[in-house]
């Protein structure tokens, strides 16, 4: 077979890294994988982009030959973030009641109530869970929370998303300076009344769900 160029060797390897970069960036959004498009989906559709130096375009149709104006191409609608009255945030748990044996799984379901398509970060970054009794907050997600990062996806009008794999409490009081420790306080069960707040993308939950530890 002719030997290949090593402009093709490169552009090769330039393709298999980019894959890569893809399946890394997709790992890193966790949870919401299953359920989230990304926020800008490949199009084989070139569109024509203005240069810091092209000029506006205007909006009176151009004349043809025969004096009737020709059809112009409509602009494609540009997906924007989204906003306080776009998003609904709600928290959720797998129960309402746990046993002592039972580790409370905590999860979020974001709604788009708006009439647009949005975009939202929902990396680990912006995610926060925090568990209180009364006015004593007992556990915060990003207390001992490693490696943060970002996931932008684009929320259509009209859905909601629930977290696939959830954060799981393991009924202790969290801090920043006792993260390795193993020896943490426990939370009282009992019949005890918990609540568990969120926030994701900026946004946090109206509301909090409440549940019970034996």
């Not at 970069?21 to 997709?26: E, G, K, Q």
């Amino acid at each position: 077979m002719p030997r290949q160029s090593a402009a093709v060797y490169r552009r090769r390897r330039l393709v298999v890294f980019t894959g890569l970069l893809v399946v890394i960036a997709m790992l890193a959004g966790g949870i919401w994988l299953a359920v989230a498009q990304p926020w800008a989906a490949s199009d084989s559709t070139p569109r024509p982009s203005a240069g810091a130096g092209a000029a506006p375009t205007s909006s009176t149709p151009e004349k043809t030959d025969a004096g009737s104006p020709s059809p112009t191409a409509s602009a494609t609608p540009r997906i924007v973030a989204c906003e306080a009255t776009d998003v609904e945030v709600r928290a959720l748990t797998d129960a309402d009641a746990y046993a002592p044996d039972a580790l409370p799984k905590l999860s979020i379901e974001l709604v788009n109530k708006g009439g647009r398509d949005c975009t939202i970060n929902v990396g680990s970054s912006t995610q926060k869970f925090a568990v209180s009794s009364g006015s004593d907050v007992w556990w915060r997600s990003t207390d001992c929370q490693e490696d943060p990062s970002d996931l932008i996806v684009t929320l259509k009008a009209g859905t909601s998303v629930k977290s696939v794999t959830p954060v799981v409490w393991d009924r202790t009081r969290s801090s920043v300076d006792t993260c390795q420790q193993k020896d943490r306080p426990r939370a009282p069960g009992g019949g005890a009344s918990y609540h568990v707040a969120v926030e994701i993308g900026g946004f946090k939950s109206a509301e909090s769900k409440q549940f019970i530890l034996r």
